[in-house]
């Protein structure tokens, strides 16, 4: 059974830092780009980060950039989002997906998000 797990999320101050996993289990992620995305109440779902299969690319919301890094471990066949500097509007769920590509690729694989709130 293909599958997805997010992980990580959680009550954290402004400032403070967490790191989200996504472990894969009926399929290897080497193969896939992953991407991260979120979704604030009320607001529509938007990419975060992604990754390339080879990791040789990568690419960041502006609203994420210098403070999110995106990698993966395929030995433990996981990803992760590394947030530092989290601010109010990063409260969202967070949900990681794989696809063939970050640029113009459909995301087939989802998990079932994991929720991130900052809060003071």
């Known amino acids: 059974q293909v599958q997805l797990v997010e992980s990580g999320g959680g009550l954290v101050q402004p400032g403070g830092s967490l790191r989200l996993s996504c472990v894969a289990s009926?399929?290897?992620?080497?193969?896939?780009?992953i991407g991260w995305f979120r979704q604030a109440p009320g607001k529509e779902r938007e990419e975060v980060s992604c990754?390339?299969?080879?990791?040789?690319?990568?690419k960041y919301a502006d609203s994420v950039k210098g403070r999110f890094t995106i990698s993966r471990d395929n030995a433990k066949n996981t990803a992760y989002l590394l947030m530092n500097s989290l601010k109010f509007e990063d409260t969202a769920v967070y949900y990681c997906?794989?696809?063939?590509?970050?640029?113009?690729?459909?995301?087939?694989?989802w998990g079932q998000g994991t929720q991130v709130t900052v809060s003071s």
């Open positions: 009926g399929f290897t992620l080497d193969h896939s780009a």
């Open positions: 997906a794989t696809g063939a590509g970050c640029w113009g690729y459909e995301f087939d694989y």
């Open positions: 990754i390339s299969i080879s990791d040789s690319r990568i």
